[in-house]
């Protein structure tokens, strides 16, 4: 990466999570629409939801013609990483790597290897537009055709670091040709792709994928020796690395059991959250949760055996009773998404990985200490029709036919204190908006003009219209209309204050006061 060039660009603030802000990219053929990035913001005031933002981006990454990575341009002024030394001295020609198993292979040792001992060839030479033996990429079998495991090795890892000879030559394809004829060779000599880093707990790996260097976490009931390769059927199931923490199920119990609740602690071994369950995670999938601060500053880590706790100590609120703990797990908790919404409303994405608690679950608040539990292979409510008012910003344009007006119809975020997320709209009957009338501050009788275009645009539904009704017309060319608004009929979640699905959009109306903040007329 050359880090003195940038581009510049707007990106879009989505979400506030527990390492900043969150910002996106429209990506019309991504599933989601948008592609996203972790955003280090250094200003003084906060950004807020649906911000639009400059940003400087330092490189894009492409996998047969679809973008997978866009990396932001980082203008602090830090100390120097080895690695990334490493790489770049590297790819400046400038390091000297010496490796013991690979030095027998000399320059002129891989100049007379057969094309077959090479991982991917570029067109022009084997046309014979060049004799340029550099056009052959990543040796790994010797002269004999026998693969060699540690050039094998040393292939896989220096995947991302061909660089092509001819100028019609495509890296992105290149690499992915390479990557097959690798990975099928190592699953023949039963080398494996991730590299076991370190065992965090029971049955649970941090790997390093040796194709693109990304860490990740490995969930096996083998046991796997350390700086040793371990190919993906090994695992029950790989995922990207995340922010991990440890956790505990306490059963709190008096009377025999005839007052009892959950204590699950979660522990970043700088700060413990305590939280109250009213049933058992074990056999519930659906709770309500009460956070409090912890008994004591090494509650969480007691009830390995079953301890009575007398009253009025840390854990027994009582003057009268003895209480009972009893550790039910412990274990490790990868935390997937922690989002502030801009009503004030949280949500906490979670899987804990332990012998007995286990899978994903979503914590939703919309009262501060107030939490709501649900595990996510469940149906999380029924739904129910309701009505909500979106809304959005106009631009106009004076024209034979009318004045034309455009802008923002719909985008995502939290209207009317429901959270519509980017797959509801990309998912809803957007066909709805085909012809659609226009009306005035929600009035059905008073007809002003309809819908003549509409566009999905990345996570935002843009529309376009013509307004025959002079009142209407003065009012929106003055300001007295804003923006848009769309009259719904919806299905939400009234607990996690979510919209689910959207059985029909009504009417499209001009407004002075647009509930939605992004939807004003010309966004």
């Known amino acids: 990466m050359n880090k003195e060039k940038y581009i510049n660009a707007n990106a879009k603030v989505i979400a506030l999570n527990e390492k900043g802000y969150l910002i996106g990219f429209e990506c019309p053929k991504c599933n989601s629409g948008v592609i996203t990035k972790q955003y280090n913001y250094t200003g003084a005031e906060p950004l807020k939801i649906g911000d ?16 997978t990575n866009i990396e932001l341009f980082d203008e602090t002024v830090k100390v120097s990483h080895v690695s990334d030394l490493v790489i770049e001295a590297r790819e400046t020609g400038i390091l000297e790597e010496i490796d013991a198993s690979l030095a027998a292979w000399t320059s002129a040792y891989i ?6 001992s090479f991982a991917v060839i570029e067109g022009c030479y084997t046309s014979g537009e060049t004799d340029n033996k550099n056009a052959r990429h990543l040796p790994y079998k010797d002269k004999d055709g026998k693969v060699d495991l540690a050039h094998l090795r040393n292939a896989l890892a220096r995947l991302n670091q061909i660089k092509p000879v001819c100028s019609g030559s495509n890296k992105s394809s290149l690499i992915s040709k390479a990557k097959g004829v690798l990975e099928a060779a190592a699953k023949r000599a039963g080398i494996g792709r991730y590299k076991v880093r370190e065992s965090i707990g029971k049955d649970l790996y941090k790997l390093e994928d040796m194709l693109d260097g990304k860490p990740n976490i490995g969930i096996t009931t083998e046991e796997l020796e350390i700086d040793t390769l371990a190919d993906s059927d090994q695992f029950e199931r790989i995922a990207e690395e995340h922010p991990m923490a440890n956790y505990t199920l306490i059963h709190h119990w008096w009377e025999n059991g005839k007052y009892e609740h959950w204590d699950l602690f979660l522990n970043d071994e700088e700060t413990t959250s305590h939280f109250v369950l009213e049933y058992n995670p074990l056999k519930e999938t659906e709770i309500k949760i009460v956070q409090r601060q912890p008994y004591s500053e090494d509650f969480w880590q007691k009830g390995e055996k079953e301890e009575l706790i007398e009253p009025g100590n840390p854990g027994n609120p009582s003057n009268l009773e003895d209480c009972h703990i009893e550790r039910l797990d412990i274990g490790k908790v990868a935390i997937y998404e922690s989002t502030g919404q801009p009503d004030g409303s949280h949500l906490l994405r979670v899987e804990f990985f332990g012998s007995a608690l286990e899978g994903r679950w979503s914590f939703t608040s919309t009262v501060p ?20 008012c979106l809304t959005g910003q106009i631009k106009w344009e004076e024209t034979p036919d009318g004045l034309k007006i455009s802008g923002t119809a719909l985008s995502f975020g939290v209207w009317n204190n429901f959270f519509w997320s980017p797959e509801v709209i990309q998912k809803s009957p957007l066909d709805d908006f085909d012809s659609m009338i226009i009306d005035v501050e929600h009035e059905n009788d008073k007809i002003a003009g309809a819908v003549t275009k509409k566009v999905l645009s990345g996570y935002d539904v843009k529309v376009e219209g013509i307004i025959k009704d002079y009142e209407t017309i003065e009012k929106i060319k003055k300001g007295d209309y804003q923006g848009f608004s769309i009259d719904a009929t919806v299905f939400a979640d009234p607990v996690r204050k979510m919209v689910t699905g959207v059985k029909a959009y009504k009417r499209l109306t001009v407004c002075q006061n647009p509930a939605c903040k992004v939807c004003y007329f010309g966004a």
Do not use: C, Q, R, Y
């Open 111 to 116: 100049n007379d290897l057969p094309n077959s």
């Open 52 to 67: 639009i933002i400059p940003v400087k981006i330092a490189a894009i990454k492409m996998e047969d013609g679809d973008i």
């Open 369 to 388: 200490n107030i939490w709501h539990a649900l595990k996510e292979t469940v149906k999380l409510s029924e739904e129910f029709p309701m009505d909500i």
